[in-house]
């Protein structure tokens, strides 16, 4: 549990109306910038020898001469979710066919990755993984072999050597980090396209290899198109994106047609997502999973709930039964699913797709909302958290929408109900139980 960084209750209570805005923003970011800091630290000693000493000499030389930069680097969501993952396997909580050592060499590319950003010499020592050395924020060599590697950084120019093969910044093999612009009016954002980096892959769907320019043409296009829309109709959420959103991995689409998206935990402000069919679709997907990277941040600073409780709940949006946890979580998200769908009515030629997913949605929060009101399993905050969620929530079910919309989503919200009733049967039968 974090005890330095504190959310005041006003910024609280603003991320529990399912905002937030850039301050709190900044907040949950700075909180998870500090776990990053000690996750670095247990994994540099974690790291013994003259490699792990030049690695520290390395960060400090940056940090000295632009401490902004080794920030950025440190702060990336995919060095959270390696420094997470690598933390754990030295405690023997998590494991791995990738040997140790491996994860732990991710350390000399960090400091590469640190010393470019902040303009100095360096040369440090990594490995390859999967024939690929990826310097965090800047970009990925593909040398193609396996085993010690050394990054050498002169003025700008970037040398990754392994197995007698030297691949330079600038070469055919050579990928830098490729970045979804967009702009309307003074209201900007630059977001990785995260397609290298070999810690993408923490969500339940497979990361997409390094994509074509066609496909780059293709995300930039709808990023464009649900940028526009978000600064327009839901400027609050626009602002907060642009202050928070660190990444986007493209996701493999498996199923034709069937759109997958997730949020990891330990990497804040990173959404994956496979390619959506719309800007609007964008939107929601963006909307979606920052609301749960938002909570997650929060969530390293206090307890909303008991751990590992018993209770299950009906979730509207899945056929499992919920723990009080993963309804907390699917309850903040569909808040913004709601709101967003509620904004998006306003686009002409989506008027009635966004009215019926509208209608759909807020009925699924209130239910799920309602559940939550009746846990006993949530803490003090926990309580307070869920009490700020009732009245966006109430609003949200006071806009109008036509009878038949109504009843339509109502009669979706019983079919979801018996589903969940029969899952729920089937898994707690005596014959499943016993498997």
């Known amino acids: 549990m974090m005890e330095y960084h504190r959310i005041t209750d006003g910024r609280f209570a603003d991320l529990a ?5 850039p301050a709190a923003v900044d907040d949950l970011a700075g909180a998870r910038h500090s776990k990053n800091l000690l996750l670095l630290g247990y994994v540099v000693e974690a790291w013994r020898g003259d490699e ?3 690695v520290t000499d390395v960060l400090i030389a940056a940090d000295r001469h632009r401490p902004e930069a080794i920030a950025e680097v440190i702060s990336d969501p995919f060095v959270g979710a390696w420094l997470a993952a690598t933390a754990r396997r030295i405690r ?12 732990l060499a991710q350390l000399g590319a960090l400091a590469a990755a640190a010393a470019v950003r902040a303009g100095i010499d360096a ?9 690929v050395v990826t310097l965090p924020t800047i970009g990925t060599a593909r040398p193609g072999a396996d085993g010690a590697a050394v990054v050498r950084v002169s003025g700008d120019r970037i040398a ?3 197995g007698g093969v030297t691949v330079g910044s600038g070469d055919q093999d050579w990928q830098p980090v490729r970045l979804l612009t967009a702009r309307r009016d003074d209201l900007a954002v630059a977001v990785p396209l995260e397609d290298a980096n070999p810690y993408r892959g923490c969500y339940h769907a497979p990361p997409a290899e390094r994509l074509g320019t066609s496909d780059v043409r293709r995300w930039q296009e709808l990023f464009t198109a649900a940028w526009e829309l978000l600064a327009a109709l839901l400027p609050e959420r626009a602002t907060e994106l642009a202050t928070g959103l660190r990444a986007v991995v493209p996701l493999v689409t498996e199923d034709v047609g069937e759109a997958r998206s997730g949020t990891a935990r330990d990497a804040f402000g990173a959404v994956g997502t496979t390619l959506p069919r719309s800007g609007a679709d964008f939107v929601v ?5 920052f609301q749960h990277s938002k909570l997650s941040a929060l969530l390293d600073l206090m307890s909303l709930h008991v751990p590992g409780g ?5 979730a509207p949006w899945r056929e499992d039964p919920r723990p009080t946890g993963g309804l907390v979580q699917g309850v903040y998200a569909f808040l913004g ?10 686009v002409s030629g989506l008027e009635r797709e966004a009215t019926r997913e509208f209608a759909f949605a807020r009925l699924q929060l209130d239910v799920g909302l309602r559940a939550l009101e009746q846990s006993r399993e949530l803490t003090a905050r926990g309580r307070e958290f869920v009490g700020h969620l009732r009245a966006p929530v109430d609003r949200l079910m006071g806009e109008a929408v036509p009878a038949a919309v109504a009843a339509e989503a109502a009669e979706l919200l019983a079919q979801r109900r018996h589903a969940w009733g029969r899952y729920s049967r089937v898994v707690t039968s005596p014959r499943s139980s016993s498997r």
Request: glycine share 12%.
């Open 337 to 346: 699913v709601a709101d967003t769908w509620r904004a998006l009515r306003a």
């Open 52 to 54: 792990a000493r030049q």
């Open 92 to 103: 023997g909580l998590e494991s791995s066919d990738i040997p140790l050592d491996d994860d």
């Open 17 to 21: 109306s399912g905002l937030g805005g």
């Open 160 to 162: 990754v050597t392994t």
């Open 310 to 314: 018993p209770e299950r709940h009906f």
């Open 123 to 131: 040369e440090t020592h990594t490995r390859t993984r999967g024939g």
């Open 285 to 289: 997907t963006l909307v979606h999973e």
